[in-house]
């Protein structure tokens, strides 16, 4: 068995999405800089946003399409490479009009990076056969915790400083850990060595560049109504995440007037407690099960986004998101897996964690050993559709609180302290077929 090539493929799934949390967080938390920059207000920098996360969109879905001709490793290398252009165009821009322009590549970039890495994530999840999706959405954590670090110990520097975070997309795109391809197989009892063998060119985890057949020639059809429950249970996360990471800097700096090299608090202790949830989040998920777990942390993440809206203090606000952090980590990560999971059909309707993870072995050593190029395109292009419901929630976060805190931001904050609540009812929809580690 090729666990090397499960290792290395690993390796590179973290990598990328390490560089993507790494820029993410890096521009976010110099937002108010740009603001004061270009004499922006909130509604302007709503409208850029929205214009972002739009190009997002478009990004995902280019992502779909050529990753079935090209392989999602060569579409992830390309948004990586556009990064690389993005950064210096928005951090060193002479004029408005650079700074839009590198906004809107940066847009594109975003999107094509966002769904390959998860394409890649959910495809090495299969193949492990447990959960692979929280310590992957970790190292995305990971790297914006760096982020915030570099920003709170350069914060008093120009803000061109920030171009230098172009170097982690570039090492990342053209790392020499990113093997061309390889043949990846599944560790599991009862599969025989190369019983899911990759076919000739066939895009394998983090490492395979090739063709695929198009994912509507499976005669199976995708069951959409599952995807939408956990597709709506995303929107709500991105709108709370986003709502945190875009404007928590500039809530700290408009509303309370805390220094300039502070403002990255909101997002710090926010990333902080997110890495450790989702470095804890398999055995969370097993010991009390995907449904507790996520309806506790949605009841958390309200109580915590009432206190931001109602903090009488900055420091009581950075408390606020630091607890945010912790209760929503787990809510994309694992959405992107029950998608994964049901788009290969593997999914059952156990809402028990236990039965799940014998029902999900028993599907996976089934599935395993009739892995085709369709069942590989099929599962790429849910992940990039289903990654659209990301760009719906980073809308309503970005867009939608600007709109609403225009005069007072206090309010941009109260509207997902109400509507990350339903996440409670959601719940169930992402324990269907629940991973499990193998003994």
Do not use: C, K
């Amino acid at each position: 068995m090729r666990t090397s090539s499960l290792t290395g493929a690993r390796i590179a799934v973290a990598a990328a999405f390490f560089a993507q949390g790494f820029v993410f967080i890096s521009l976010t938390t110099r937002l108010p800089r740009f603001l004061e920059r270009w004499g922006l207000d909130e509604v302007t920098l709503s409208l850029l946003l929205l214009m972002m996360v739009l190009l997002a969109g478009v990004g995902s879905l280019v992502a779909e399409r050529a990753a079935r001709r090209m392989g999602s490793a060569t579409m992830l290398r390309l948004g990586l490479a556009l990064m690389v252009v993005a950064v210096p165009a928005l951090t060193l821009a002479p004029a408005i009009g650079f700074f839009v322009g590198g906004v809107a590549v940066y847009g594109i970039a975003l999107g094509l990076v966002d769904a390959t890495s998860n394409m890649q994530a959910v495809d090495l999840e299969h193949r492990y056969g447990r959960p692979i999706l929280p310590s992957s959405h970790g190292y995305w954590t990971t790297g914006g915790i760096l982020a915030t670090v570099l920003v709170l110990a350069t914060g008093h520097l120009a803000p061109e400083i920030g171009a230098f975070v172009v170097v982690v997309p570039l090492i990342v795109a053209f790392a020499p850990f990113l093997p061309r391809a390889v043949e990846v197989q599944l560790i599991a009892p009862g599969v025989p060595a190369g019983g899911i063998a990759s076919p000739a060119g066939v895009s394998t985890g983090s490492t395979g560049e090739g063709s695929t057949s198009e994912a509507g020639s499976t005669s199976t059809p995708v069951p959409w109504r599952p995807i939408w429950l956990v597709g709506i249970g995303l929107v709500v996360f991105y709108m709370v995440d986003t709502t945190a990471a875009a404007w928590g800097p500039a809530y700290l700096a408009i509303t309370f007037d805390a220094p300039g090299n502070l403002v990255a608090l909101a997002t710090f202790p926010y990333l902080v407690t997110s890495i450790v949830v989702r470095l804890a989040g398999g055995y969370l998920v097993l010991r009390f099960g995907v449904t507790p777990v996520l309806r506790t942390g949605a009841v958390v993440a309200g109580a915590a986004l009432a206190l931001v809206a109602l903090a009488p203090s900055w420091q009581v606000a950075v408390a606020g998101f630091t607890v945010l952090g912790a209760a929503v980590a787990l809510v994309a990560p694992l959405s992107f897996s029950a998608a994964g999971r049901i788009a290969t059909g593997t999914a059952g309707t156990d809402a028990d964690p236990v039965a799940g993870t014998a029902a999900g072995a028993a599907g996976e050593a089934t599935d395993a050993g009739s892995a085709t190029a369709t069942d590989r395109a099929r599962t790429d292009a849910v992940i990039a559709r289903f990654n659209q419901f990301n760009y719906v929630g980073a809308l309503l976060g970005s867009v939608l609180t600007g709109f609403v805190g225009a005069d007072n931001l206090r309010l941009g904050f109260a509207l997902p302290a109400v509507l990350v609540l339903a996440l409670v009812p959601l719940a169930p929809a992402f324990a269907r077929g629940t991973l499990g580690r193998r003994p």
